[in-house]
């Protein structure tokens, strides 16, 4: 006679001598001694057909030994992370630097759920003000640009206290046409510096001047060409990857940017 079906994986079905109980798949690991991925184990009929020993964990997909129920008694978790923190400041004040960002695991994954996402960002970027609110860098030469997502952090860090306004100053784009540029743009693959792989020879691209990065004296932000003519090189330098740098023209000055975003750049 063909043996009796099992009850539900983990909800009494038969475990085999010196088996785990029931409990997480984490803290049956733990009891094991066993690495998570081969948990409890029973007697049973497996997913596939074949009458043996089982499993309801996250391993038994590749190994094809699942419980005939695992779908439903050991479903998958995914991971589950929070929301992103605010961006840091740059690592270093007045000097091209990194910025970072952070999320924490509010849930891992079990049973073979979809693995956590990336827990940790870091983005170039240039600060104009000393830890004491005192101006500097803006001699930098050449522009130094980053993606115009910075500028959604600068803002709101200018609204705290501990920053300066710049509610007084509105800014101003400027659009450049690219005459060259090395090819560790193209290269780059970073998360925090994937953008420099739209920069393209013979692209026009905005670039937007906001303080801080604006002199509070002259209200031009440097590298923007001011007084320049349409064939004169400038250069500018991607913040976050120094050998990613090169040439433009300036096309124009405008009130707001209105190139696509992956076009949108800012000062820094």
Known sequence: ???????????????????????????????????????????????????????????????????????????????????????????????????????????????????????????GCLEYLTYQGEDCGHEHVPAFITTSEYGKERKRRAASSSWPSDKETAGYCVEFRTESLSHHCALETRPYARWMQYLREGH???????????NTDTQRCSGDGHNADGDKILHWEAIGNAQCQGTWKKIRQLEHCSCPLVHSFIFT
């Not at 029931?22 to 094991?32: D, H, I, L, M, P």
């Not at 030994?65 to 992370?81: L, M, S, Y």
């Not at 026009?204 to 604006?214: D, H, N, R, S």
Request: aromatic share 6%; net charge positive; with cysteine.
């Open 1 to 123: 006679l063909a043996p009796p079906l099992p009850k539900l994986c983990g909800f009494g079905a038969v475990p085999l001598p010196g088996a785990l109980g029931a409990g997480t798949a984490r803290e049956s690991a733990a009891r094991a001694g066993m690495p998570p991925g081969r948990q409890t184990s029973s007697r049973g009929w497996r997913e596939g057909g074949g009458y043996g020993t089982c499993y309801c964990d996250g391993g038994c997909r590749r190994a094809g030994d699942c419980c005939h129920d695992h779908g439903q008694a050991c479903p998958a978790i995914p991971c589950v992370v929070g929301e992103w923190s605010h961006w840091s400041g740059c690592a270093e004040q007045c000097h091209p630097g990194l910025r970072i960002r952070r999320r924490y695991v509010q849930q891992e994954p079990q049973n073979g759920g979809e693995p956590c996402p990336a827990l940790e960002e870091k983005a």
């Open 204 to 214: 026009t691209v905005c670039v937007a001047c906001q303080p801080p990065a604006m």
